[in-house]
T-cell receptor, first 111, second 113 residues
Framework: EDQVTQSPEALRLQEGESSSLNCSYT??????LFWYRQDPGKGPEFLFT???AGEEKEKERLKATLTKKESFLHITAPKPEDSATYLC????????????FGKGTRLSVIA | DGGITQSPKYLFRKEGQNVTLSCEQN?????MYWYRQDPGQGLRLIYY???????QKGDIAEGYSVSREKKESFPLTVTSAQKNPTAFYLC????????????FGPGTRLTVL
């Protein structure tokens, strides 16, 4: 069974304090790994897709990386507006199956 | 503007009533999905549809029903058989069937009174 585990569940940072969020996955062949940002009471917003180990994607203060077992979302010098829940999802190569989501990491950035 | 719309934003239901949540997209996407999100939980898949007039059950389909009569629309009915329907409901769509990234609507919060 495909599984996604995100850690930590919650993370509190001071403004400017860089850190990383982890997404560990087990899947029968990875087609793609996806990162989303979700603000309270809103739908998730797509951030990145990673397809193969060693791949990296960047957007503003966020950088996503991928290995064969996990992905990291690195946040450099975060600002209060980066506060949100970050969701990770995977899609397997076997069959025609939808995404499997983790429970997310709730990030709070304090000014 | 292209996007996914869900209505209503808030919905209140009395026990024993069926309610229907609307989801419309103008992105020309083939696949559409319904998820349920509870506090502190990830997204759980209720139903998905890859093409018109076809849909598949997700992980928690019991007590829900869907239809896909048009490519743009994928309404979700929460029936009285759903024992704990209070939750945040999210609709999503993707371009190439179930492959690739999904894009989400703003959500509907359903509360059972």
């Amino acid at each position: 069974e495909d599984q996604v585990t995100q850690s930590p569940e919650a993370l509190r940072l001071q403004e400017g304090e860089s850190s990383s969020l982890n997404c560990s996955y087990t899947v029968s062949g990875l087609r793609g790994l996806f990162w989303y940002r979700q603000d309270p009471g809103k739908g998730p917003e797509f951030l990145f897709t990673l397809y193969s180990a060693g791949e990296e994607k960047e957007k503003e203060r966020l950088k996503a990386t991928l290995t064969k077992k996990e992905s990291f979302l690195h946040i450099t010098a975060p600002k209060p507006e980066d506060s949100a829940t970050y969701l990770c999802a995977v899609q397997a190569t076997s069959g025609n199956t939808p995404l499997v989501f983790g429970k997310g990491t709730r990030l709070s950035v304090i000014a | 503007d292209g996007g996914i719309t869900q209505s209503p934003k808030y919905l209140f239901r009395k026990e024993g009533q069926n309610v229907t949540l609307s989801c419309e997209q103008n992105l020309n996407h083939d696949a559409m999905y319904w998820y349920r999100q509870d506090p502190g939980q990830g997204l759980r898949l209720i139903y998905y549809s890859q093409i018109v007039n076809d849909f598949q059950k997700g992980d928690i389909a019991e007590g829900y029903s869907v239809s896909r009569e048009k490519k743009e629309s994928f309404p979700l009915t929460v029936t009285s058989a759903q024992k704990n329907p209070t939750a945040f409901y999210l609709c999503a769509s993707s371009l190439a069937g179930v492959l690739g990234e999904q894009f989400f609507g703003p959500g509907t919060r359903l509360t059972v009174l």
